[in-house]
């Protein structure tokens, strides 16, 4: 078949797009970044469209020439300044399934999410449940599939799991007693090509679950064992603080830590596996034998111990220039200032102006760095600047790395945080 799949860089669409190709289908693979598609696949046409811009039926009809099936696996977990739940999970979609009923596209696959129903309430189950509503109303075949949380190496969500997973205590929303069902990425990988089956046909919701149901407490002792970490201490705490802890999501750089999706979490997530197990003609994949019973990655379990790590580094560093540039201005005596500033030269009218516009300098490097402006090229910058700093300070005032508190060569693991904050940082999201 000649399949249009969209989000064919995320984790859903990566794996459905090398299942398709691995079945011999031809895949046009749409999505914002497709330089980041490593497949290098005779049957793969590359589209760079962005899913944002795409809100009208005119923007997908001229890609749809010869399209037999269309498979959507675009979503987002969280809101930015630049993506809405509205425009990827709404707007786009039902564009491009009304431009896929009017092209003649036979079949429709929209990958949703389990709670996008009737009792839903967020803003992210009630945005992929208008699509899917607006879906059903097509005169073609569709599928409907609505996957629990979803698992497997690369996930998004497996990350901060693991991460959660790795702290010594773990904060129980009203005892982690919620309901989960997570399923394999391969089950949906799976599932998306038997819905594009020639013999399988008609229109159809599916639930995406594992075989049966964990709660979010022996799930995160499951991913705590995979880490090859003992069991950890327990604290129930109650749902309303929960909230407040998610609030600090977005003070983190966590998106995915928010007061919705602690609100999804609470609601539960389970479903009967029957009717996909008769789907897929088998039953889906075991956690325990797949994910809990495999020993984590040193990768895996680098990641899960740094996680946290990450943002609270990048706001140590601003703290760092914040606080130089505010001690030099209205703590730290001016005068012992400009004799520190003697030995390089820097005297009479030019030594306050100096200390002045140092100063404002680390303010606004601590600035930036809070606001992540630039923040791989920025990290860079602030290397050079502190060892510039230290390398001058070392030649005229050499008594700073004799002195037994050494006040200069606690730059060196200060440069060296900068170099790993421009790493981490620099990873694509």
């Not at 429709?108 to 899917?132: C, M, R």
């Not at 996957?147 to 497997?152: D, F, N």
């Not at 990655?297 to 740094?306: F, I, N, T």
């Not at 502190?386 to 300070?393: K, M």
Request: charged share 15%.
């Amino acid at each position: 078949m000649n399949i249009l799949l969209t989000g064919a860089t995320g984790f859903i669409g990566s794996a459905v797009l090398h299942e398709l190709l691995r079945q011999g289908h031809q895949v046009t693979a749409c999505c914002r970044h497709p330089e980041r598609l490593l497949i290098d696949h005779p049957n793969l046409i590359r589209l760079n469209l962005d899913f944002a811009q795409a809100g009208t039926i005119n923007s997908w009809l001229p890609h749809l020439q010869a399209i037999d099936a269309i498979v959507n696996c675009v979503g987002i977990i969280a809101e930015n300044n630049n993506q809405s739940f509205a425009q990827l999970h709404s707007q786009a979609p039902i564009a491009l399934f009304q431009a896929g009923a009017r092209a003649g596209v036979k079949k429709i696959v929209q990958v949703s999410a389990l709670g996008a129903d009737a009792g839903a309430e967020s803003n992210y189950h009630l945005s992929k449940k208008a699509a899917d509503d607006a879906l059903r109303e097509l005169a073609l075949d569709w599928f409907v599939l609505q996957p629990s949380l979803v698992y497997g190496p690369g996930g998004q969500s497996s990350g901060l799991f693991h991460a959660l997973a790795a702290l010594p205590v773990h904060l129980l929303p009203d005892g982690g007693r919620q309901l989960l069902q997570p399923i394999h990425i391969a089950d949906v990988a799976a599932t998306v090509c038997r819905c594009l089956e020639p013999a399988v046909s008609g229109r159809k919701t599916l639930a995406l679950v594992g075989p049966s149901p964990i709660s979010y407490a022996d799930w995160l002792q499951g991913l705590r064992r995979r880490l090859g970490k003992p069991t950890a201490r327990t604290c129930s705490v109650s749902y309303q603080f929960a909230l407040s802890m998610a609030g600090m999501g977005k003070w983190l750089n966590q998106p995915i830590v928010s007061k919705d999706n602690l609100a999804m979490l609470n609601r539960g997530n389970s479903a009967d596996p029957t009717p996909l197990t008769q789907f897929l003609g088998r039953a889906p994949i075991n956690v325990n034998e797949q994910w809990f019973e495999q020993a984590a990655s040193q990768a895996e379990r680098w990641h899960a111990g740094l996680y946290f790590f990450k943002p609270l580094l990048r706001y140590t560093i601003a703290f760092v220039w914040l606080w130089s540039g505010i001690t030099s201005l209205f703590f730290y005596p001016h005068q012992l200032s400009y004799q520190l500033l003697a030995p390089l030269g820097i005297t009479g009218a030019s030594a306050p102006i100096t200390l002045y516009s140092l100063a404002a300098m680390d303010i606004g490097l601590g600035l930036a760095t809070l606001a992540r402006f630039r923040i791989s090229q920025l990290m860079l910058w602030q290397f050079w600047i502190v060892l510039g700093y230290s390398l001058t300070v070392a030649a005229y005032l050499p008594e700073f790395v004799f002195h037994p508190f050494g006040p200069l060569l606690k730059n060196l693991p200060f440069l060296m945080c900068l170099l790993v904050v421009r790493e981490l940082e620099g990873e694509p999201s």
